[in-house]
Nanobody
Framework: VQLLVESGGGLVQAGGSLRLSCAASRRTLSSYAMGWFRQAPGKEREFVAA????????YYADSVKGRFTISRANAKNTVYLQMNSLKPEDTAVYYC????????????????????WGQGTQVTVSS
């Protein structure tokens, strides 16, 4: 995967929603497990959500479980993160990442599991 590009970030009030997208160019994402991570100022990058290549398996950080949904559209070479009931503590730069899996139904929750990263998109939630 040569390039991942995130979009959809912005400023939203607490309780609002945003949908992030991660698109790949130059290579298909269909065999890759995908993940979303975030990094707030002064903090380490943390796991948010992950999805297997088929979309059949997903996993969420406890802090976002029940509020965020990860999904993918392999035909569109795109992965999404639907974020509802946003809180000020969700404010961060959000990154998507890709990991080759040879079509095994797996995902990763650590940054070390991913080979490719996007540049990030800023999400700011005001109180």
């Amino acid at each position: 995967v040569q390039l991942l590009v995130e979009s959809g970030g912005g400023l939203v009030q607490a309780g609002g929603s945003l949908r992030l997208s991660c698109a790949a160019s130059r290579r298909t994402l269909s065999s890759y497990a995908m993940g979303w991570f975030r990094q707030a100022p002064g903090k380490e990058r943390e796991f948010v959500a992950a999805i297997s290549w088929s979309g059949g398996s997903t996993y969420y950080a406890d802090s976002v479980k029940g509020r965020f949904t990860i999904s993918r559209a392999n035909a569109k070479n795109t992965v999404y993160l639907q974020m509802n009931s946003l809180k000020p503590e969700d404010t961060a730069v959000y990154y998507c990442a890709a990991a080759p899996t040879d079509y095994s139904d797996t995902y990763y929750i650590d940054v070390s599991g991913y080979d490719y990263w996007g540049q990030g998109t800023q999400v700011t939630v005001s109180s």
